[in-house]
């Protein structure tokens, strides 16, 4: 997974954009500040009043994830905007096709139908019973 190491100013000219890539998958933005309660990071995927408007990430490792696969949209461009002048922030990002993984449950055998198979060791399984016709 690469990662980089960015410093986000305070000013949207300061900033920093995460441009947008087709192949990403998941992005991944940590904020690195130490501290508490006053260097908050915003990020959001529209330029222009980015700290009005955008997500806060809180410091001493507060950190966004968006994943493909939950819907969200990694591959966007997406810009940061800090509420101090140098901002230490992680960025790492996963490339590729997304990996999807949809399990089926078996299906069950049904207790009222003795002809089909129970999945028992110790008991045979029934056979359907076959018409015999007797004439009557």
């Not at 690469?2 to 904020?31: F, K, Y």
């Not at 810009?79 to 990002?93: F, I, Y």
């Not at 207790?111 to 089909?116: A, M, S, V």
């Amino acid at each position: 997974m690469p990662t980089r190491a960015l410093v986000v100013g305070n000013t949207e000219a300061t900033g920093v954009t995460i441009p947008s890539d087709p192949q990403r998958t998941v992005l991944i933005v940590q904020n690195l500040d130490t501290v508490a309660g006053t260097d908050y990071l915003w990020i959001s995927d529209e330029k222009g009043q980015i700290a009005a408007t955008g997500l806060i990430i809180f410091p001493i490792g507060g950190s966004l994830t968006l994943r493909r696969t939950a819907g969200e949209e990694p591959e966007k461009s997406w810009h940061l905007v800090s509420a101090t002048a140098l901002c230490p922030v992680r960025v790492a990002e996963l490339f590729g096709e997304p990996t999807i993984v949809v399990e089926t449950k078996p299906e069950e055998p049904d207790p009222q139908d003795p002809t089909k198979p129970t999945g028992n060791k110790d008991a045979p399984d029934m056979k359907p019973e076959k018409h015999i016709p007797t004439g009557y």
